[in-house]
């Protein structure tokens, strides 16, 4: 495989793997979206972004850019309380991507992290911090909207009517707690999603679109793209975008 191509890993043969590839691993989870968007819904997204920052990093990557097949369950227990969701918690998380790091090193040169759900942030900064700590070129970014809404609102909505239209369900009366994320986390974290939302949705999916959708996707993988081409990461192996100042630190 030349260098500066990209690639699923998926569908690769092992020859044409090619020497030290840059690997991005997109994080999702199985947990609810409202009663309008699939629960698989922050692993399709994170494998969308992980897809098109591959195809921006690739023509000017000096290795081949591999996206692996992604992680289908996170730490989802905030949202418990809604049948369909599948949480494996923050411990069974961090083994799963200290082992999936371990495993890459043994063929990848680099290998980034691409997260769709916020709830795996506790287990990427551990994991991640820990497998720099080893000696491993390995980091992590998010899938970021800026100004979008929390869960299942229009952000998320309008991404998914971009890629998966057909998983959409009706969506017009469908409405949610659009408090800001700073305001519901304390009632969020003492008792969970359902408690605040009985629709499971955190925001407003009123106009979302397509189109909106297209928009808010690419500037997603533009920024996924800037990060992981500058390669700055703060202590916990969080990328940095491009002349950002370092974070101060774990946070408590």
Do not use: K
Not at 32 to 58: N, S
Not at 103 to 114: I, Y
Not at 190 to 217: H, Q, T
């Amino acid at each position: 495989m030349p260098a500066g191509a990209s690639r699923e890993l998926a569908g690769s043969a092992w020859p044409g793997v090619g020497a030290e590839p840059l690997v991005l691993v997109p994080a999702g989870s199985t947990e609810q979206h409202g009663p309008h968007l699939p629960l698989c819904t922050d692993t399709v997204i994170a494998q969308a972004v992980a897809e098109r920052a591959a195809g921006l990093l690739g023509p000017r990557s000096d290795r081949p850019v591999l996206v692996a097949p992604p992680i289908p369950y996170g730490a989802s227990g905030e949202h418990a309380g809604f049948p369909g969701t599948i949480s494996i918690g923050h411990e069974a998380l961090h083994v799963v991507l200290v082992e999936t790091v371990r495993s890459l090193a043994l063929w990848a040169g680099r290998t980034v992290f691409v997260n769709g759900h916020g709830g795996n942030v506790p287990a990427l900064d551990a994991a991640v911090e820990r497998m720099r700590t080893e000696g491993h070129d390995v980091a992590w970014t998010g899938c970021e909207a800026p100004g979008g809404d929390a869960h299942a609102g229009l952000t998320e909505t309008s991404v998914m009517l971009h890629l998966a239209p057909h998983l959409v369900r009706p969506f017009d009366a469908v409405t949610g707690d659009a408090r800001p994320l700073v305001e519901l986390m304390p009632d969020l974290m003492a008792r969970g999603v359902r408690a605040v939302s009985p629709s499971g949705v955190l925001g407003d999916p009123a106009g979302a679109s397509g189109e909106r959708g297209r928009e808010i996707l690419e500037a997603m993988a533009a920024s996924a793209a800037r990060r992981i081409g500058g390669g700055r990461a703060d202590a916990r192996g969080r990328l940095l975008a491009p002349g950002a100042a370092p974070s101060p630190g774990p946070r408590a």
